[in-house]
């Protein structure tokens, strides 16, 4: 696999409101990511790790150094990039398929053309049957499903998922990493996925990045050891276990260096 996305240098400082020393959010940071890789990011609240996914969806500028998408710096927001949130983020307005298609509609693709893609990834998403429904008609778990649905839809090169699970049940979490893994083991999309689930990091990712407490830089990384496809069943393998072991360790230490830093 050859290098997809490429970040050097990248650091993001805030001005301070008091006119004082900036904030550095995050430190110079180098990282590469290859074509159709699944790279998972954990790292104590405030290390920068959703700083970096924004830099990299171009809905924030970093303060210095370059990110390039294949070859290309990446300036602001583009198709080529998905992005989907821990907040479903969907039109409360539009059904599940009108927001599926919301891209899709922006572009000037045909009508007949936006209901086939939409469908598509609909029942891929286990969605059929909802299409005419609206976001409040939905359960957390049903609505993220269209988010990514609506993120897929559009063809991105790249998802961008920060936290997307995060404030769904256990149940309902596990169940979406599953149908998550599954359309990536189809398409094979490359994913930037932001988490604070040590389970759920090792999971999904085909190689997981540890960031150490503010200012964030990159402190492990670490592939997983795990082939595809992959089930639930793999979590109480000795491969799973031992790396979930080592990565709680490195979590924690940078966990209690955050909460000292802070006393």
């Given amino acids: 696999m050859s290098d997809f996305l490429t970040i050097r240098g990248v650091s993001r400082s805030f001005a301070s409101t008091s006119g004082g020393a900036p904030t550095v959010a995050l430190q110079a940071t180098d990282l590469d990511v290859a074509e159709n890789d699944f790279v998972t990011i954990l790292g104590p609240s405030g290390c920068g790790k959703s700083t970096l996914l924004r830099i990299v969806a171009g809905l924030d500028q970093q303060t210095s150094g370059d990110v390039l998408l294949d070859g290309q710096r990446i300036e602001g927001p583009g198709a080529d990039r998905g992005m989907v949130f821990q907040s479903y983020t969907l039109f409360p307005w539009l059904t599940v398929r009108d927001n599926v298609c919301f891209g899709l509609q922006e572009r000037g693709m045909p009508r007949a053309q936006q209901i086939e893609i939409a469908q598509g990834y609909l029942r891929q998403v286990g969605l059929v049957g909802f299409e005419h429904h609206y976001p409040k008609q939905l359960s957390g778990g049903m609505q993220q499903r269209t988010a990514i649905a609506r993120a897929l839809a559009n063809g ?83 491969a799973f276990v031992e790396l979930k072991a080592e990565l709680t360790e490195q979590v924690r230490a940078e966990v209690l260096a955050a909460q000292a830093a802070m006393a």
């Fill in 156 to 238: 991105p090169r790249m998802l961008l998922m920060d936290e997307p699970f995060g404030a769904l049940d256990h149940q309902t979490r596990e169940q979406m990493q599953e149908l998550l893994l599954g359309i990536w083991e189809a398409e094979r999309k490359t994913v930037l996925f932001v988490t604070h689930d040590i389970d759920e990091a090792v999971f999904m990712g085909s190689r997981v990045i540890v960031m150490s407490a503010r200012p964030g830089r990159i402190k492990l990384n670490r592939e997983v050891p795990i082939a595809h496809p992959r089930s639930y069943v793999v979590k109480t393998t000795p």
